[in-house]
């Protein structure tokens, strides 16, 4: 008898678990994902500048884990040289510019970048990147899946769809099928942006930390990016705003976030100002109304939806939230 085939949408952790599950039960699995490579908000970004060459984590800054499927995954990207321990100083600053350390726990990055842990995770597994998924027609155990580029893949039996609510809403009000229940729950869903940027200061500067949580201003977060495990080259590093500040700003140039969020650094914290910066904007950073399950089914139990908005902030939710809809689907 044949393998079931299964595809995947999206190959971040929600996508790399599902897939992991299906293929664990024996489908055959096939990602797709509308990037250039794997991560979504784990991807890593290089750049050249004046300083040299560097690369930035400019999504998800660093994991923790407390279940034992995610706990896995890490120490196997550990094994691999794909991840380590980050044991910079981790700091909360208040308005007042009061500073205290973080609660003391385990951050795991990847090394080089956090990518390098999703790249760990889909060891072995047929991904196809540059493939942007637009709908899908057929039935219970046949589906279609139609691409940006008008080419077609399919069928297959399973299909996990793991994007972000927005876009999950039109490729199903696209798609054959009856997905009423699945779209409500993503349009009851609610996001908050973050725009990122990433600079190399002019001169290398020690502000006291290495990752700061911050209070009041525009920046909610700050990380040196070579003080990390893996991370060579000039002095570096990542600012986060906070998600007030980047939803007033949300349709700003990139040129005045990465100007406002930089001379906040320089002012509040003495960073130097940069010879090299650019902003990034995360549309869809972190959930803060989630269904509150780990994933959604069609009423055909072949079609389903998972990734961290369904469960919360955490990429450690992405996964299990992934892991859930492959064992799911696989039944």
């Known amino acids: 008898m ?17 897939a992991r599950a299906l293929s664990a039960r024996g489908l055959d699995v096939v990602l797709f994902d509308k990037g250039r490579g794997p991560g979504g908000r784990m991807s890593t970004r290089r750049a050249s500048t004046p300083l040299g060459d560097v690369s930035f984590d400019h999504g998800a800054q660093f994991l923790t ?24 100083r981790t ?4 308005r007042g510019g009061n500073a205290e350390s973080l609660r003391d726990k385990t951050r795991w990055v990847g090394v080089p970048g956090m990518n390098a842990i999703v790249k760990t995770a889909l060891t072995g597994m ?11 027609s057929g039935e219970d155990g046949a589906w279609i899946i139609h691409f940006e580029d008008g080419k077609t893949e399919g069928p297959f039996q399973k299909l996990a769809l793991t994007i972000p609510p927005e876009q999950l809403i039109e490729f199903l009000a696209r798609s054959d099928g009856e997905f009423s229940a699945m779209i409500a729950e993503a349009l009851a869903a609610k996001l908050s942006p973050c725009w ?25 977060w700050m990380a040196r990016m070579t003080s990390r495990p893996g991370q060579t080259g000039p002095e570096s590093w990542v600012l ?16 005045t976030v990465a100007r406002a969020l930089t001379e906040e650094a320089f002012i509040r914290f003495g960073l ?19 269904p509150g399950t780990p994933f959604a089914l069609d009423p055909t139990g072949t079609l389903g939806c998972a990734g961290d908005w369904r469960l919360g902030p955490r990429a450690e939710l992405a996964w299990e939230s992934g892991d859930a809809l492959g064992d799911a689907l696989a039944d």
């Open 65 to 88: 884990a407390t279940g034992e499927s995610f706990s896995t995954l890490l120490t196997e990207a550990q094994t691999a040289g794909a991840a380590d321990l980050w044991t910079g």
């Open 2 to 18: 044949a393998r079931q085939r299964a595809a995947v949408i999206g190959a971040g952790l929600a996508g790399a678990a599902a």
């Open 196 to 220: 990122a940027v990433m600079t190399v200061p002019e001169t290398a500067a020690d502000p006291g930390f290495d990752g700061a949580k911050l209070l009041g201003g525009a920046l909610r």
């Open 240 to 255: 986060h705003a906070s998600p007030d500040w980047s939803e007033a700003f949300l349709e700003s140039d990139p040129e």
């Open 126 to 136: 047929d991904v196809r990147f540059g493939s942007r998924a637009v709908r899908v």
């Open 272 to 290: 130097p100002l940069p010879v090299w910066s650019q902003a990034h904007r995360w549309r869809y950073a972190l959930v803060t109304e989630a």
């Open 91 to 94: 700091v909360s600053i208040d």
